[in-house]
Structure formats: structure tokens, C-alpha cells
T-cell receptor, first 108, second 114 residues
């Protein structure tokens, strides 16, 4: 039931792009994306609702393919502040279930 | 606006002791939930509540109790602490349901059971 995230880890230089994928075996109402920095709480980035849509937030955007039960998070022109662990959360009820995370490190 | 407040921030318990982790929010959110975070396992849902007086189990509810007597508070009780409950615990809240709006997380409680 836990969504599968890939890759598990990404190392980037500033300015490079990355894609993080999230896949579920169940039909979904929504997909959430969060970023967590070391020793801190997760912070909400964006939510995608069923109906298939794409959202943007500065240089971070995401897509949701409802039929494939998949979502992708796109980080373009990465900045040092993008470093952290990214979690997707999937919901088909009032339970939000998180993936195991993707660790992203951005170096100068 | 404090958001979601968790207390205590750190706690050490002996095996078999009981304790309550406190969670309060001042955003008038109906939905609240508890997660535990262990290395390499992400965030796992313990219990959740869609409103005062209503609670339900998540993925890993065993060993934990919750109640929701007010909209603002959602305490998590450890009945008889075990070393396997050593973890970081996060409380989160959302506007209405568990799926339609983003979550605000508290800063976490780091619990060690010896």
C-alpha cells in the first residue's frame, strides 16, 4: 500500500534538473509532495487532485497521471536550498500514506 | 499564529512506562493525524481523526491510543512503552479531509525507550 518512490537518492550540481517519481498500486484521490530538511518537520510543497493535472511552484512542478496512479516531481535549475528528502504521499481515503523518500543533495 | 505545537520535544522512557505526547493546533483544522518516522522507512500513519469525537487507525496503531475531545487537541498515548517505539513522532493537521488539502506538521517529538 505504501507508494514506491524512485530514485532513492539524487546528487546534483547547482542549476541541474531532477525528476522524482511516485507510483501507487491503488486508485488515488490525490498525491501530495513534501520536503524535509535534516532534523526538521516535513513541509508541504503541493497537492494534485484526481482528474489529472500539473502544478507549478516557482521552479518546482508536478504532474499526476490518475490512470497510471503515478506522479512525478520536477525540479528545474536546482538551488542549494532544494537539498533535503522529498516524500510523496498518496490518498484514496482519509489516510495519507507516504513513500520512503528520495534524498536530494545539491552541491555548488 | 503558532500552527501545530507538539510537546515535549524530547523524551526518554523506560520500558513499560506510559506517557502522552501532546499535539495542539490553532488553525481550526478538522483533520489531525499522528505519524512516526524511522530511518529508511519514511512516515508511517499511526492514528488519525476527521473531527472531534472521531478517530480511526492508520498503518501502525498497535501500542498507541488516541482521543479527540476538542477540535484543537489530539494527544497520543503510549500504553506500555517498548524499545520498538523509539522514533520521531510528528503530529499533522489539515483543513478538512485527509486527502484534499496539504498538511501542516508540528516540529516533532524525539522519543527514546530504554
Amino acid at each position: 500500500q505504501q507508494p514506491v518512490q524512485s530514485p532513492q537518492a539524487v546528487i546534483l550540481r547547482e542549476g541541474e534538473d531532477a525528476v522524482i517519481n511516485c507510483s501507487s498500486s491503488k486508485a488515488l484521490y490525490s498525491v501530495h509532495w513534501y520536503r524535509q530538511k535534516h532534523g526538521e518537520a516535513p513541509v508541504f510543497l503541493m497537492i494534485l487532485l484526481k482528474g489529472g493535472e500539473q502544478k507549478g511552484h516557482d521552479k518546482i512542478s508536478a504532474s499526476f497521471n490518475e490512470k497510471k496512479q503515478q506522479s512525478s516531481l520536477y525540479l528545474t535549475a536546482s538551488q542549494l536550498s532544494y537539498s533535503g528528502t522529498y516524500f510523496c504521499g498518496t490518498a484514496n481515503t482519509d489516510k495519507l500514506i507516504f513513500g520512503t523518500g528520495t534524498r536530494l543533495q545539491v552541491f555548488p | 499564529n503558532a500552527g501545530v505545537t507538539q510537546t515535549p520535544k524530547f523524551q526518554v522512557l523506560k520500558t513499560g512506562q506510559s506517557m502522552t505526547l501532546q499535539c495542539a493546533q490553532d488553525m481550526n483544522h478538522e483533520y489531525m493525524s499522528w505519524y512516526r518516522q524511522d530511518p529508511g522507512m519514511g512516515l508511517r500513519l499511526i492514528h488519525y481523526s476527521v473531527g472531534a469525537g472521531i478517530t480511526d487507525q492508520g498503518e501502525v496503531p498497535n501500542g498507541y491510543n488516541v482521543s479527540r475531545s476538542t477540535t484543537e487537541d489530539f494527544p497520543l498515548r503510549l500504553l506500555s512503552a517498548a524499545p520498538s517505539q523509539t522514533s520521531v513522532y510528528f503530529c499533522a493537521s489539515s483543513y478538512i479531509s485527509g486527502w484534499a488539502y496539504g498538511y501542516t506538521f508540528g516540529s516533532g517529538t524525539r522519543l527514546t525507550v530504554v
